[in-house]
């Protein structure tokens, strides 16, 4: 396992996007639609290989409860499998399904001890 990315909440998804390239010095890599375009979902790094990205994530609604850093997620090589042994662990999913980006990226969310949102992703 290792971090894959941390997800930030954004209001204007490419003034984000244009901080993080060009204050920061990292590389746009891709743009995910979600929900016909409700949630946008933009991904930086700084590398063109595998490496823990930044995912900036603009939605239609207000900032959620735990606020503008979303979730932390880890990198999963098999989702299945782990998702089947992670439901016998005493844990509170937040979706009970694995969900499935148009690019085929696949993920789950459960809460942490403080309510924090982990998600267990495979690319």
């Known amino acids: ?3 894959d990315h941390v997800g ?5 998804i490419e003034k984000a996007i244009k901080f993080y390239e060009e204050i920061v010095g990292m590389t746009f890599k891709q743009k995910v639609y979600q929900n016909d375009g ?11 290989e595998p490496e823990t990205d ?3 994530v603009q939605d239609s ?3 959620p409860i ?9 990198a999963i090589e098999n989702i299945q ?3 089947e042994h992670i439901k016998e662990k005493n844990v509170n999913f937040i979706e009970e399904k694995i969900i499935t980006l148009p690019n085929g990226y696949q993920y ?6 403080e309510n924090e949102k982990i998600e267990f992703f495979q690319r």
């Open 38 to 48: 409700e949630k946008i979902l933009a991904f930086l790094g700084f590398k063109n």
């Open 66 to 74: 735990e606020g503008k850093v979303n979730h932390i997620a880890i």
């Open 61 to 63: 609604g207000e900032y």
């Open 1 to 3: 396992m290792r971090l």
């Open 108 to 113: 789950f969310f459960i809460s942490g001890p």
């Open 8 to 12: 930030v909440m954004t209001q204007d």
């Open 81 to 83: 499998e782990f998702f």
């Open 54 to 56: 930044l995912e900036l």
